[in-house]
Structure formats: structure tokens, C-alpha cells
């Protein structure tokens, strides 16, 4: 009989009771330390007060008028990522995959304001995730993902990651966007290589195109800057974040500088639940705590601490592990042994990773992670190295 819960997912059978920081409970009586952060969202771990007290206020004034009203939460919430971004409008979803969709029809829409339709094509890379929409797995293109669902999304054109030539061949008359993940998450934390978002850009000026950065997984304060690509000194046209954007709550945003959002004039999108009160309330306490003075360099300096250890890590366990990848707290440990028994076995000792493709191990711990708590997760690390070894 199939379970009440579609089951469109392969749980591991264990549930929590409550959070705490970095720690969560199970309901089998033991005590977790959590560095998979519910895939990347959770950037304050769990129950943080500031969050919490938020929630708690904004639902007891109010939840939700729907976007026929002015939204003054939502309108804060534009103005300081506009503030602190590239951008000069934003617009809000619930997901990371309705960000990512309202990237590609404003990439559309832009040329046919500039009577151009048909430029309509966006150029995608091998590996690339940006969610399970049929738009989304059209643009990521991968087997696992498409398979039964046909016909996709025509309109992408999909090019190996990192490589400058094929993007360049592959733009033709019809194209109308770039479309990357400065780092891929899901497939094993791929760093784009030095100078590919900067070529990408070149490109796109040249050719009269837009460039969609996907910072879903990557953003939110994650490698130790708000935003990934500021790294490669770079920025795109339009952008979509999510995941720890709510840090818990759910929030979606797709960024965009006022010429590349020419086309999104009333009536062209919407969303019933984007971007309400209760929402956007969450996701400003996310930032109070984010762009407080010195967070962001303690991000950049926890992860490098982290890494350290995982190098040493590695180096003492080459049967165990390969390499280590990733920037900031985005990190991935390449194994040598399968991932899954690494994953289980950490489990079992108490420390939560996520699973990613490539037989890479992700430690995405909370942002706000103790140096003692990353003492912690080595530790349990070197068990799991001795115990499968
Ligand atoms: C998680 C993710 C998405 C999809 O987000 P959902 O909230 O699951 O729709 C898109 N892009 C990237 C890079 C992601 O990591």
C-alpha cells in the first residue's frame, strides 16, 4: 500500500523532536549534531531566539493579505537586499524552484519587450540543479530527474560546467540567457573554475544576453560573503535565492537590476503566498543576524578552520576519503568508500551530512557553528574513519 506521505523520497527512518543550535533531538532519545542544516536552510541552527521571537510576533499581528495590498515587510526586505546586492527589485516566492522560474520568464520576457522573441533560449550546465519544476529539470537536463516527465520545457541548451568555448559556440540568435550555479550543491560542490563567471559575463555583454546566477544553495551568507559569486568580483543581471533566505521559513527571492526587469510590469507574474508579512518578517531577522557587523568574516574564518581539519582529515585517511571541496561552510568531502556508508555511519555516531552526487559527503553546518562544534564533527569523523576502515 503506498504511504499516506507520496512517496517521492527515500527517508532514512528517523525523526526528530526538537531543535536546539546546532543539535537536534531524535525521537530515538539520542542527540544529533546537525551539519546538513535541512540542506543548507537552517543558517542559525535550530530555535534561534531572534528567529523564534520574530515568528511568534508577526503571526500573532499578521500572517498574510496576498499581494493586492502594499506589503510594508516585504517592501523592508526588498530594500535592504537591494541595498546589499547588485539588484534593484526582487521578487518573492516560496521556493527555490518558483525563484528559478521567474528568473527564466523574466530572461523571456526581456527580449520580447526589446522586440526580440525570438531570443527565447537559455544555456544550462552538465551537473546543474535548480529544482524539480518542469521548468527546472528541463534546465538541469539530468537523467535521474527527467525520466517519464517528457515533454520538457523546450529551450536549453546545456554545455559542460566550467568549460568557455562551448558556452561561446553554443550562443546562437535564439539565445537569451546564461543560466549557473557559481557553486553546484547537489552535484557534489563543484566550484566554478577561476575566471569562468567572469568570462560568462564577457560573453553575455557581448552578445546581448542575460546572466542568471542560481544561488539557491550557494547564498545567504554560505561562503562567507552574502552571495557567492562576490568572490569572482562579478555580478549577474538577474539572481535567485531561497533555501536559508527564511532560514527555516519558507521564502523564495529572484533578484534583478531594473533594465534586465524591463519586461515584469504589472500583471505579468505572481505568486498568492510570495512575499507575505509573515514571511518577509522572517527572512529580516535573517538578515539582522547575517549583516551584523563581523558575521560574515566569522563565516569566512569557521570555514576555514573546517577545512583545515578536513585536509588533515583526508591526508590521515586516504582509504576513507579523497579530497576536499567547496568554499566557506559549503564544504564536500570526495570519498573513496561509498558516501551513503560514510553518511550512516556518521549517523550513528551522532553527526548529520548530506548525501550529494559524485560520492561527495556535504557538511553544511549552521553559519553560526562553534569552533567547538567543528572539534565535535571531526572527532566523529575519525570514528567513522576507523569503524569503516
Ligand atoms: C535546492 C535548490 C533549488 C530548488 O529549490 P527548492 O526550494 O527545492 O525548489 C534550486 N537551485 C539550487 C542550486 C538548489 O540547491
Redesign the pocket.
Given at each position: 500500500m503506498i504511504s499516506v506521505s507520496m512517496p517521492t523520497y527515500a527517508r532514512i527512518d528517523l525523526a526528530f523532536e526538537r531543535g536546539e543550535g546546532a543539535y537536534l533531538y531524535g525521537e530515538d532519545g539520542k542527540k544529533y549534531l546537525d551539519f546538513g542544516s535541512g540542506?543548507?536552510v537552517t543558517a542559525f541552527g535550530h530555535a534561534n531566539d531572534h528567529i523564534t521571537e520574530t515568528i511568534q510576533k508577526q503571526a500573532a499581528a499578521l500572517c498574510h493579505v496576498s499581494n493586492l495590498y502594499r506589503i510594508p515587510e516585504q517592501e523592508r526586505l526588498a530594500e535592504r537586499l537591494v541595498l546589499s546586492t547588485f539588484a534593484d527589485t526582487v521578487f518573492f516566492g516560496n521556493?527555490?524552484?518558483?525563484a528559478?522560474e521567474c528568473g527564466i520568464k523574466l530572461i523571456r520576457k526581456f527580449h520580447y519587450h526589446l522586440g526580440m522573441p525570438e531570443r527565447h533560449r537559455i544555456i544550462t550546465f552538465g551537473g546543474a540543479?535548480?529544482?524539480?519544476?518542469i521548468a527546472?529539470i528541463s534546465a538541469g537536463n539530468q537523467a535521474k530527474h527527467i525520466e517519464g516527465f517528457a515533454p520538457l520545457l523546450e529551450g536549453f541548451d546545456q554545455v559542460p560546467f566550467g568549460d568557455v568555448d562551448a558556452v561561446r559556440a553554443a550562443v546562437g540568435p535564439e539565445t537569451a540567457g546564461i543560466l549557473v550555479?557559481p557553486i553546484?550543491?547537489?552535484t557534489g560542490i563543484n566550484v566554478a573554475p577561476e575566471g569562468f563567471l567572469q568570462s560568462l559575463r564577457e560573453i553575455a555583454d557581448e552578445r546581448g544576453i542575460l546572466l542568471f546566477f542560481?544561488e539557491?544553495?550557494?547564498g545567504m551568507g554560505r561562503t562567507g560573503r552574502l552571495f557567492a559569486h562576490e568572490w569572482d568580483d562579478v555580478i549577474p543581471d538577474v539572481m535567485?535565492s531561497?533555501?536559508a533566505l527564511g532560514a527555516g521559513f519558507p521564502i523564495?527571492a529572484c533578484l534583478s537590476t531594473e533594465r534586465a526587469a524591463a519586461g515584469m510590469i504589472a500583471g505579468t507574474h505572481g505568486s498568492t503566498f510570495g512575499g507575505n508579512p509573515l514571511a518577509c518578517s522572517v527572512a529580516n531577522s535573517v538578515l539582522d543576524l547575517m549583516l551584523a557587523p563581523g558575521f560574515l568574516q566569522q563565516v569566512e574564518s569557521r570555514g576555514t578552520l573546517l577545512r583545515e581539519r578536513l585536509e588533515t582529515l583526508v591526508v590521515e585517511n586516504s582509504a576513507v576519503f579523497e579530497s576536499v571541496r567547496g568554499r566557506g561552510l559549503m564544504l564536500g568531502l570526495k570519498c573513496v568508500l561509498p558516501n551513503t556508508e560514510v553518511i550512516d555511519v556518521a549517523r550513528g555516531e551522532g553527526l548529520l551530512v548530506v548525501i550529494a552526487a559524485d560520492n561527495v559527503v556535504r557538511l553544511l553546518p549552521p553559519l553560526n557553528v562553534e569552533e567547538g562544534q567543528i572539534d565535535e564533527a571531526i572527532a566523529v569523523l575519525c570514528r567513522v574513519c576507523s569503524q569503516v576502515s
Open positions: 540542506i543548507a521556493s527555490g524552484g518558483e528559478l540543479f535548480h529544482g524539480r519544476t527546472a550555479e553546484q550543491g547537489e542560481d539557491v544553495q550557494c535567485a531561497a533555501k523564495s
